[in-house]
């Protein structure tokens, strides 16, 4: 049976949040469609809206704008193997920062110390660190491995497929100038 979700996307970047949460939606083979709204203030800052529908699980319909275009070039059809997205994802990582004291630094490192016997599933992360709320740590490890601060490998031999991680020559220069995470803040 066929689940109505309706989401409000808000913030800076409304399109890259979209693109976040259709690539969790990769691996769904029941989807035949995804509609998302994005609210956008207009001239007057009353605000108005912009529908954007993807095809990305039918290929009967064509993009028309560059939002639907890309956002449907994020999640292309049923046919195209995990391997191909996580090198499509590869392709898009940059280089970039965290500021001190955030979910993303504890989370950090928190993986650095685990991370001494090899690469750590996001569970055990999840599990161990301290001060950030449990819906952050999976977040916060993907926008790790966006900003080239972590490599991830997913792991597939198993009924739930999951990712382990590991810092990078990157991140770990992150951690030595942020230093350790205040308490409490």
Not at 11 to 30: F, M
Not at 39 to 46: A, F, L, R, V, Y
């Given at each position: 049976m066929a689940e109505l979700v309706k989401l409000d996307i808000s913030g800076k970047n409304p399109a890259a949040h979209a693109r976040r949460i259709l690539d969790q939606y990769d691996d769904?083979?029941?989807?035949?469609?995804i509609t998302i709204q994005i609210n956008t203030p207009d001239k007057e800052g009353t605000g108005g809206s912009v529908q954007v529908p993807t095809s990305a699980f039918t290929e009967e319909e064509e993009s028309k704008s560059?939002?639907?275009?890309?956002?449907?070039?994020?999640?292309?059809?049923?046919?195209?193997?995990?391997?191909?997205?996580?090198?499509?994802k590869e392709e898009k990582r940059k280089k970039g920062t965290i500021k001190p004291n955030t979910s993303h630094h504890r989370v950090l490192q928190k993986l650095a110390e685990l991370g001494e016997s090899g690469k750590i599933p996001g569970s055990e992360v999840k599990e161990k660190v301290t001060g950030v709320s449990d819906s952050s740590v999976y977040p916060a490890l993907t926008q790790l491995w966006e900003r080239m601060l972590v490599d991830r490998e997913r792991v597939d031999d198993v009924a739930n497929p999951?990712?382990?991680?590991?810092?990078?020559?990157?991140?770990?220069?992150?951690?030595?100038?942020?230093?350790?995470?205040?308490?409490?803040?």
């Amino acid at each position: 049976m066929a689940e109505l979700v309706k989401l409000d996307i808000s913030g800076k970047n409304p399109a890259a949040h979209a693109r976040r949460i259709l690539d969790q939606y990769d691996d769904v083979e029941d989807i035949s469609s995804i509609t998302i709204q994005i609210n956008t203030p207009d001239k007057e800052g009353t605000g108005g809206s912009v529908q954007v529908p993807t095809s990305a699980f039918t290929e009967e319909e064509e993009s028309k704008s560059e939002a639907e275009t890309s956002i449907t070039d994020e999640s292309s059809s049923k046919e195209q193997t995990t391997e191909e997205r996580e090198a499509r994802k590869e392709e898009k990582r940059k280089k970039g920062t965290i500021k001190p004291n955030t979910s993303h630094h504890r989370v950090l490192q928190k993986l650095a110390e685990l991370g001494e016997s090899g690469k750590i599933p996001g569970s055990e992360v999840k599990e161990k660190v301290t001060g950030v709320s449990d819906s952050s740590v999976y977040p916060a490890l993907t926008q790790l491995w966006e900003r080239m601060l972590v490599d991830r490998e997913r792991v597939d031999d198993v009924a739930n497929p999951y990712y382990k991680y590991e810092l990078t020559d990157f991140g770990h220069q992150q951690l030595e100038e942020l230093g350790e995470p205040q308490e409490g803040e």
